[in-house]
């Protein structure tokens, strides 16, 4: 994978789309809010954050150089050899639509998506690329959609600590057509260190339930731009794609 040059054209893509919201925004005021999301513990909390923060996130995290979604997408579409017309993709917690929009342009056109916040699902319904959308609250209501239907599971940065609890990836698991892809993200700086250890943990548990096996793992050192003060830079980032037991 490219990554140097995917990540000058996302930027560039992402700096776009930011243009048409307050334009005034700065990296300080990006890195404030995400501090104060911190002070959010319950999932209720955390959905109701991204309400308030719906409506100025993608220029937000065009400013933080969140290079996720792509590069998610890439992974997922490096590997997947099937029909891409008609496979069918799962975004879980898709916010705005930015996973899948970069899945449309590699060429995959069925999307479902499922988010806690209805501010985000409703900018992502006006994306018009979702055939269906979804509110549920991961880890507390169960995914309501139909089980091993989907070729591609995707989740993209919400299995973190204080989001998505890790156990809902055995949901995630169950809904995937068998021989689908599920791919999931995390991120490796220090706050979320247990949670990435205890998620690597559950993802191994599976591999020896045989539910799934091992594609591929990312390790990506420049996921977005560290905001903590502990550190300055880039903090790293992890892809993991696992495929479905026939
Ligand atoms: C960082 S955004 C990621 C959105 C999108 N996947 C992307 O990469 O741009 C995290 C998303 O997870 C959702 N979220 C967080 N905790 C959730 C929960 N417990 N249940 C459902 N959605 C949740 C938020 O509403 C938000 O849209």
Redesign the pocket.
């Known amino acids: 994978m490219h990554y140097q040059e995917s990540r000058a054209t996302f930027t560039r893509q992402m700096h776009e789309t930011a243009g048409m919201a307050n334009s005034r925004r700065t990296f300080s005021d990006v890195r404030n809010k995400i501090l104060s999301a911190h002070k959010n513990t319950g ?1 209720q909390d ?2 109701g954050f ?1 309400d308030i923060w719906a409506e100025n996130y993608e220029q937000d ?1 065009a400013l933080l150089d969140y290079r ?2 792509l590069l998610a997408a890439e992974c997922v579409s490096s590997f997947f050899t099937g029909d891409r017309e008609k496979a069918t993709v799962l975004d879980v ?4 639509g ?2 899948s929009a970069h899945l449309k342009k590699m060429g995959f056109h069925h999307f479902v998506g499922v ?3 209805m501010t ?1 699902l409703e900018l992502a319904k006006k994306t018009g690329l979702y055939q269906e959308l979804k509110q ?4 507390h209501d169960e995914i309501s959609v139909e089980a091993e239907i989907y070729d591609i599971v995707i989740i ?3 299995l973190s600590v204080g ?2 609890p890790f156990t809902v990836i055995r949901e995630l698991c169950d809904v995937t057509k068998p021989g689908g892809y599920v791919c999931m993200t995390t991120r490796g700086n220090a706050d979320n260190w247990q949670y990435k250890a205890e998620l690597e943990k559950m993802i191994r548990a599976l591999e020896e339930e045989q539910k799934w096996s091992r594609v591929t793992v990312v390790q990506v050192e420049e996921w977005e731009r560290a905001v903590s003060e502990e550190g300055s830079g880039y903090i790293p980032g992890v892809i993991y794609l696992y495929q479905k037991s026939l």
Do not use: Q
């Open positions: 999932a955390k959905v991204y995290v996720a979604p917690a898709c916010g705005t930015l996973v988010d806690g916040s985000m549920c609250l991961l880890g993209v940065g919400a989001h998505v």
